[in-house]
């Protein structure tokens, strides 16, 4: 976190004594935007979030409020958002501290959205796994029942919504959007083939909106302040501020809420108290498991914003920063991501079913028998066609390192030949 308060958007009571509560929330300027939202329509709040530039901070990054405007309107079906707290990409673990630090913040946010489109009732899907931060969102909706913040006439207004936390079992697949959706409906958790989108055929077929807990969190600031302030942080093209969790060998890893268009190098080496044991940067993986990797050399260069991270061919997905020191075996790293996405895999479509897994193998065993020449092309051969050919893009989670680790760390990779007089082996 940054010193200076008044540069935050997000994390302002992050440190604060009791903050989950809403009495510290209240005291600290919290729940001030709802006589405003109730002043204004809610085709204005759309507009206000839309103008804002806020995107998603699940991971895609889609606009939030051109999002919202899919929603259709003189529909006769309940509509329902969805908050995406699901949180189990590899290396990413901020959601985490907005639900146990601020869970009134998200869910002043979730009024603010849910008063835009047109929902009556909310729910929280919330990582199977979290313990600490479940209870406090919990205790959170509960206490703003209590106080007449949720259900009918809310804050005294003509208007009613109730707020669900449903806890998942522990597939990361649940993270996906239409997954989260057949979750909650109590179906196997799977991805649905879209079109349609969920703003139009959603939870039990009705217009749902899916936004991540980070992307809720920043309304409240955003119809407090006004699009024009939040717009201050960051670029032109990628405004506000985001959460960035920091993993690996830096001194100081943890969460941080920086502007976008932040340097990395200087995340690593100022924010994070550079490198840890003096040892020099290989590679940084910027936005959770599933985005390509970046050098040390691009990471001198790369901010941390969308339009900088596809310049150096990856994304920010979801901010999840792993940082890797010159000792780490790239081959082995992606043997462990390959575990995981064979494991996670839901089993539908056959190129992530079987793909994932004969990657995984192959990984393994060029790690414990030292692989061929053509091993390396026929990783490439398949990331390749796993690409774009799926339901979701669980497949691509895993191709797109595959590719971007062989194509940046070819040594690595040669390094594990059989052919080679000092061929590594690793005992997995
Ligand atoms: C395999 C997979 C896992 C995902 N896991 C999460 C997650 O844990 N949390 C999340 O917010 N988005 C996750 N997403 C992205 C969601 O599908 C969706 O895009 C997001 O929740 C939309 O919210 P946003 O627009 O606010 O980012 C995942 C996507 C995929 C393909
Ligand atoms: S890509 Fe993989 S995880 Fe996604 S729906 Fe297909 S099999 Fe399931």
Redesign the pocket.
Known sequence: MTDNKDNLVLTTRFGLEKSYTADVYQKTGGYKSIDKLFSMKPDDVIEEVKKSGL????????A?GL?WSFIPKNVDKPKYL?V??????PG?FK?RYLLEDDPHQLIEGIIICCYAIGAESAYVYI?GEFDLAYRRIEEAVQEAYQKGYLGKNLFGKNYKLDVTVHRGAGA?????????LSSLEGNKGQ?RIKPPFPAVVGLFGCPTI???????SALPYILNNGADAYKKFGTEKSPGTKLFSVSGHVNKPGVYELPLGYPMKDLINKVCGGMKDGKALKAVIPGGT?MPILTAKDCETVTLDYESMTAHQTMLG?GGVIVMNEDVDMVWVLRNLSRFYAH?SCGQCTPCREGTGWIDKMLVRILREGGEEKDIALLNELSDNMMGKTI???A??LSMPVISFIKKFPDDFRRHLKNRPQAVRVGI
């Open positions: 995107r998603g901070r699940g991971g895609a990054g889609f939030a999002k969805c995406n707290a699901d949180e189990s990409e990413t959601d990582r990361y697949i649940c993270g996906e959007e239409t997954a989260l991805p899916i936004n991540n807990v980070e992307t809720i599933s979801s996670e979701c893009v669980l691509d989670s």
